[in-house]
Nanobody, 123 residues
Framework: HVQLVESGGGSVQAGGSLNLTCVDSSNLLKRLSMGWFRQAPGQELEGVAATDRDGTAWYKESLKGRFIVSRDDAKNIITLQMDNLKDEDTATYYC??????????????????WGQGTQVTVS
């Protein structure tokens, strides 16, 4: 079954960059639509970016231009490049997988498989 592991989080100053990675150990990535979500303390989970099996990307409108989602099916990874980070980007970031549809959705209900999260702190 699908198993997702995120990495790449950490602490960074405002204006800095981080590149998050999500590894799919099941080697099913080419069959998955993938999403990145985040949850800040006391806040609801929100969709950040998503990509379908063909690599079509979709972003939360306010993050366009700062965040880029990419996938490498041969390596079974997706990445989230985050530039010009701001304090409000501080959150736990999760990757999620959908084996059924082929839509780059930012709706958490579309996704069945989730990673454990990686913390991003911007100060």
């Amino acid at each position: 079954h699908v198993q997702l592991v995120e990495s790449g989080g950490g602490s960074v100053q405002a204006g800095g960059s981080l590149n998050l990675t999500c590894v799919d150990s099941s080697n099913l990535l080419k069959r998955l639509s993938m999403g990145w979500f985040r949850q800040a303390p006391g806040q609801e989970l929100e969709g950040v970016a998503a990509t379908d099996r063909d690599g079509t990307a979709w972003y939360k409108e306010s993050l366009k231009g700062r965040f880029i989602v990419s996938r490498d099916d041969a390596k079974n990874i997706i990445t989230l490049q985050m530039d010009n980070l701001k304090d409000e980007d501080t959150a736990t970031y999760y990757c999620a997988a959908d084996l059924v549809t082929n839509e780059p959705s930012l709706l958490e209900t579309q996704y069945y498989y989730w990673g454990q999260g990686t913390q991003v702190t911007v100060s």
